[in-house]
């Protein structure tokens, strides 16, 4: 391969695993081009051209350098054949896509319907690729969250109050899960599991009455609206409830330490399997080991070990 090109997607570490992408695959003698805001870019022909000096001091930066959007016409057969066309008219022999899985939904289709080679490194706060044990910027996720909680958590003591905080999580539990736990939060609403206001009321009124004056319950986006919690909670039990929505600034910041090595390593050993001729494939993190996984099995709904964390924060509540 003399040519590949980058796509990304948007949270903590991307700008880290591009920077490692680069200059792996600068390393080996290999151009490389950034696509401009996702597939969008690859429909309109927008590239840009990336060494290593392009790549420079990006590595502590939030978000992509190259933009992002979410693309409705690359649902379309017939974006994704003007899609194609540039990437034959450019001379790109490869492709390697950085992000959740929309964008991998995208680089699988590329790989399996128009015969593209195409390396996926899975980057989403949610860590919900299937087949992966870690997803670039889940851990910066967490720890932007846990800063907020713990920051909650001083004013719901000091003032006394309940406060429902929704964290991001669509279809996912992980961060909500993690994130009550680290924050020694008292209950936590996600969707892999049915929740019961009227039990979780009971027991902020058993709690109130031992003397227990603050409450801190988190949910995750995808299952129900802190608003709603809020005031059902507060009808049930009469006691003043507040709301925080934390929304995407767990998308942004400073990767931490554990994302930038993640991408780091992604990033190095994608460029590898991509010139070795592997295609189609997702590359991964098991038992600190790097490995692939196919495009089809990496789209497909990751279930989380939701019992052992939820039952975790029963106990220490």
Partial sequence: MKKIAVITRDCAGVNAALRSVVRSASAKGVEVLGVMRGYDGLIDADLMSLDRRAVSGIINRGGTILKTSRSLRFKSANWQKQAVMTIRDQRIDGLIVIGGNGSLTGAHILASRYSIPVVGIPATIDNDVNGVTMTIGADTA??????????????ATSLERIFVVEVMGRNCGYIALRVALAAGCEDVIIPERKFNLKKISENIVEGNIRGKRSWITIVAEGKA???????????LTGLETRIVVLGHVQRGGSPTAFDRILAARYG????SVLLKGKTDCCVALRNDQLTTVSLAKAIQKKDIEASEYYRLIQILT
Avoid: G, M, P, W
């Fill in 142 to 155: 967490i720890n932007v969250a846990l800063d907020a909680l713990d920051k909650i958590r001083d004013t």
């Fill in 225 to 235: 609206k802190a608003s709603k919690v809020a005031s059902e909670i507060t009808r």
């Fill in 268 to 271: 190095h050993f994608a460029v």
